[in-house]
């Protein structure tokens, strides 16, 4: 593939083949394993993803929703979020 | 769990979504804060017992495109901020880091990108992006397949120079089995 040849070289796809061969059923990703770029591209991706995924709620997502509570029962109406923004 | 512990219980993929979307934390906060009230404020349309967290996605998604496009400069401004606080914990991928990632990941075309992280790191099925990207199931297979093409050719010029088989094949292979 010309994607691997121009990061690895053609000298080193044949390696990088082989090694990979050697791993491919520990590759999470399923459909990509047999391209080691897509499998990397799909872990940096779930690995961005993640790393917010494990941050703590902001302080201000919390209040905001702590004052859910004191919002009076939603109505169709209740769309415009403009008023609502100054929570 | 009612309406507003479920709505809190999303809100990590919300902002996990919405960073990768606007490539930009403090916009994202703004997004979901957004998306949460819009959400409330529409709770009696959501139907009990669908997939709430693919209607909250609709909602951020149709937040997102309404009206912080519009402000795209300045999230484009701010992607070297982004980028710098990401190298600040950057994942172990030899030179391939995170902010060389994120960057790659910002060059896509919105649609693209969307596609990618609803399929590829969100959890979503074909079906359900489709979904949420209100489009036919096939135009969101094609989406994601053109961005993880650009993406390699993306990552593949960025790192030609410093991309070393070696450290690079162990980095992925650790990864992979962990």
């Given at each position: 593939m010309c994607i691997r040849a121009l990061v690895f070289g053609r000298d080193d796809h044949q390696c990088w083949t082989h090694y990979m061969k050697s791993s491919e059923t520990d590759d999470?990703?399923?459909?990509?394993?047999?391209?080691p770029l897509q499998a990397l591209i799909g872990l940096q991706l779930r690995s961005l993803y993640d790393s917010v995924l494990a941050e703590p709620i902001p302080d201000r997502l919390t209040e905001l929703l702590a004052k859910l509570d004191d919002i009076?029962?939603?109505?169709?109406?209740?769309?415009?979020t403009s008023g609502a923004g100054s929570l | 769990m009612n309406a507003r512990e479920e709505l809190i219980s999303n809100i990590p993929n919300l902002r996990a979504f919405a960073v990768s979307l606007s490539g930009n934390p403090e916009r994202a906060d703004d997004l979901v804060q957004e998306a949460l009230m819009k959400a409330w404020a529409n709770i009696d349309m959501f139907e009990v017992g669908t997939n709430m967290r693919a209607w909250l996605f609709t909602i951020l998604r149709n937040v997102y495109y309404s009206e912080f496009r519009k402000k795209r400069r300045e999230v484009e401004d701010a992607d070297g901020k982004m980028a710098a606080q990401l190298a600040s914990h950057p994942e172990q991928f030899g030179h391939l880091d995170m902010a060389d990632f994120r960057d790659a990941l910002n060059e896509l075309a919105p649609d693209q990108r969307e596609a990618l992280i609803l399929?590829?790191?969100?959890?979503?099925s074909y079906d359900e992006a489709a979904e949420i990207c209100d489009c036919a199931v096939g135009t969101v297979k094609s989406r994601v397949n053109r961005a993880r093409a650009r993406l390699a050719e993306l990552l593949s010029v960025q790192s030609?120079?410093?991309?070393?088989?070696d450290t690079q094949s162990r980095a992925i292979l650790s990864s992979a089995k962990s």
């Open positions: 999470p990703s399923g459909r990509d394993e047999d391209d009076p029962a939603p109505t169709k109406s209740g769309d415009d | 399929v590829g790191a969100s959890g979503f030609s120079s410093e991309f070393g088989p």
